[in-house]
């Protein structure tokens, strides 16, 4: 099958974990036989990177759309003038990772890896100035790009049903739909021998979104060390140690030597730290407004609001519990549950 990818990133020109996820998936897909063009955004901002995670059989076409600032109306409008309808009829099937106003001449599928909706409130109230007033001109301009993209797509796949339910409140669709979780790279996070005499828990983040001053409070109720990848300026308490941005071999060791990784979010569609700390073999404590909580059961670890309580209920996990949960989310899988979708039968 000849599959069409459309993006506004892709490796190398990376702008966030979507590269990564796409690099994963698409690999994949061309590991299954099938031939995979990727055609992909490029915005000034992109960092090159992770470009030996592609396959080598991936094609890849790039279109620059300028500064990532309004890339919701750029990206479209640029593709639409550089890629034709006959061109794109080459191919069977598209899968389309940002959201566009229009339809394409081929069965479509959209991948909706987050909600904006959801998460613009952890930041809006922070825009200051002109910054403050051009969001608030161009925002609709977003929610209605969002909103007809869910119209003009064949199939939606969504990461989590936190992440679906979340469309369906602030938009809702009839367009049919499937949750695909995401998939965990188990050539680097897998259960790791860390020599550590010190009992921690682990947070990986730096953003009230995925709960820092959830994790500050407990950190000063409670006596054990509180490692956190990531970068924060705030005062700590004197058990909070801050590690700064960790590249992923050493996010493996930590995770492996952790007594549990907490993640109690606000919002987040997925949550590839759940995953990635199962395949260490290590229990994950996190709230039910986070995506990969639905993975989540007592044998693996703890979905609620006390972390005092998740972290006390993991000292009881058997570490092969989690790394089992997270044997069946190998990219792999991921790839074969997204060919096997209605529009494809």
Excluded at 76 to 100: G, R
Excluded at 160 to 184: A, M, Q
Excluded at 244 to 250: F, Y
Aim: a negative charge.
């Amino acid at each position: 099958m000849k599959v069409l990818v459309i993006t506004r990133e892709f490796p190398p020109h990376v702008l966030g974990g979507i590269s990564y996820h796409l690099a994963y998936l698409y690999s994949e897909i061309c590991e299954l036989g099938h031939d995979v063009t990727v055609i992909s955004g490029v915005a000034k901002e992109s960092e090159e990177s992770a470009m030996d995670l592609v396959h080598d059989d991936i094609e890849v076409r790039t279109i620059p759309y300028g500064s990532v600032q309004g890339n919701h109306l750029k990206f479209p409008l640029v593709l639409k003038t550089k890629i034709s309808d006959e061109f794109i009829k080459q191919y069977d099937i598209a899968y389309v990772h940002t959201p566009l106003p229009y339809g394409l001449p081929i069965p479509t599928v959209g991948k909706y890896h987050d909600c904006p909706r959801e998460e613009r409130q952890f930041f809006v109230d922070d825009l200051a100035g002109i910054r403050k007033v051009a969001d608030w001109v161009i925002d609709p301009t977003r929610r209605w790009v969002e909103k007809r993209s869910l119209r003009a797509v064949d199939h939606a796949i969504f990461n989590s049903d936190l992440c679906r339910k979340s469309w369906e409140k602030h938009y809702g669709f009839n367009t049919p739909s499937t949750t695909i979780y995401n998939g965990v790279d188990t050539d680097i996070f897998y259960p790791r021998k860390v020599n550590t005499d010190e009992e921690y828990v682990l947070f990986v983040g730096d953003s009230e979104r995925k709960g820092l001053s959830s994790v500050l409070s407990y950190a000063e109720h409670s006596s054990k060390t509180v490692f956190v990848a990531g970068n924060l300026s705030t005062e700590l308490p004197e058990n909070v140690r801050c590690l700064g941005r960790v590249n992923q071999d050493r996010l493996a060791e930590l995770y492996s030597g952790a007594l549990a990784t907490i993640h109690p979010a606000q919002f987040e569609a997925f949550g590839n730290i759940v995953l990635e700390s199962l395949a260490c073999g290590t229990p994950v404590v996190t709230t039910n407004r986070c995506g990969a909580s639905e993975l989540i059961d007592a044998d693996c670890g703890y979905v609620g609001d006390s972390i005092s309580q998740g972290v006390m209920h993991c000292k009881q996990v058997d570490n092969n519990s989690c790394t089992m949960v997270a044997n069946g989310f190998t990219w792999e899988q991921v790839a074969e549950r997204s060919l096997n979708i209605d529009c494809l039968n």
